[in-house]
């Protein structure tokens, strides 16, 4: 009933038991429905961020993942410079040595005479257990809720074969540094030796014409090429790969303005069609001093360095001698 204190009337509803049992339910679930779509709707809220944040977190690893691949890719390609420098330096000095595997730690080269440590070999071998174990982690299946339907998607990099490259790398990084420490014992002792081994390119230029069979430039039929064209500008000094003794300066018919440096054990070299000659018969040289400037005299289509390197009077390939590229 409801009742007025000023008109004085009466207004009257009946409402059965029924009816306000249904209207309380209805109320009751109303409440009820409101509250699950407000608990709902601030987990997806909660979950969006979360999810924003996993997204900045991905992307930045992505990132991170590339410098670490471009790392690597610049490590690899370093320990293939190391050793090819390795197999030239072995094969012009006559060092023949198997390579053994490594246990050495890296580290600097041993001074003359210094000795190495066994317990430093085992130093590696205890190290890559631990590597490997740690590593499985790449290997791991990614986890996934199936009740929510989740699935697990592969990205386009692959981080196992990412973690067995780096292990590789480490691997032929302490292999190659025992080969070099061989290296390095073998030739302590012949400093003479290493001095008087052509190890440098003689010109600052790039490559025209390398060592081997090529059609000649003047008769067009094939010729053996004994030695490595380096084009270079008019005048541009020329030195010397290696200590030695002057040979040779002088003209000849097909060099040109030519030197010739005796290095001793075998190894001569010779320089053509230089401009100008800056050292004199009988002279004493060593590695990096100027001996002449490119030209273009003898038998020449342009200016450039013609470099021999000679073996027991043999030509063999110059580019074996260049250990600085």
Do not use: C
């Not at 490590?75 to 000095?93: A, Q, Y």
């Not at 130093?123 to 790449?138: R, Y």
């Not at 081997?212 to 004994?226: A, D, E, I, K, V």
């Not at 490595?228 to 002057?246: C, N, T």
């Amino acid at each position: 009933m409801m009742l007025s204190n000023t008109k004085g009337t009466t207004k009257k509803w009946v409402v059965s038991a029924a009816w306000l049992k249904a209207m309380l339910s209805f109320f009751l679930l109303s409440v009820l429905l409101i509250a699950a779509f407000t608990v709902d709707y601030l987990g997806l809220l909660t979950q969006s961020i979360e999810n924003k944040r996993l997204r900045a977190e991905n992307q930045i690893l992505k990132q991170q993942f590339q410098v670490v691949e471009g790392k690597l890719n610049a490590l690899e390609s370093s320990l293939e410079r190391v050793k090819g420098f390795v197999t030239k330096l072995k094969m012009i000095t006559n060092v023949e040595q198997e390579d053994r595997s490594l246990k050495l730690a890296i580290g600097p080269l041993p001074r003359v005479g210094q000795t190495i440590e066994k317990g430093e070999q085992a130093e590696f071998s205890s190290i890559a257990p631990t590597n490997a174990a740690k590593d499985n982690v790449f290997f791991e299946k990614i986890p996934t809720d199936e009740i929510q339907g989740e699935l697990s998607v592969e990205g386009q990099r692959d981080y196992a074969s990412l973690a067995v490259r780096i292990d590789q790398a480490v691997g032929e990084t302490v292999s190659r540094q025992q080969s070099i420490l061989e290296l390095w014992q073998s030739l302590a002792e012949q400093q003479s030796l290493i001095s008087a081994t052509p190890s440098i390119r003689p010109a600052r230029g790039w490559y025209t014409s390398k060592f081997g069979y090529r059609l000649s430039p003047f008769t067009g039929r094939p010729m053996m090429h004994q030695g490595l064209d380096i084009a270079a500008s008019p005048g541009a000094p020329i030195y010397a790969p290696a200590d030695g003794v002057v040979s040779f300066a002088g003209y000849d018919a097909g060099y040109g303005k030519l030197v010739s440096i005796d290095h001793g054990y075998g190894v001569v070299t010779r320089y053509g069609h230089t401009s100008q000659i800056f050292v004199e018969v009988g002279q004493k040289v060593h590695r990096q001093d100027i001996i002449a400037a490119v030209g273009t005299t003898g038998r020449s289509t342009g200016p450039h360095l013609h470099y021999e390197v000679r073996v027991n009077n043999v030509p063999v390939d110059p580019q074996n001698y260049v250990l600085d590229e």
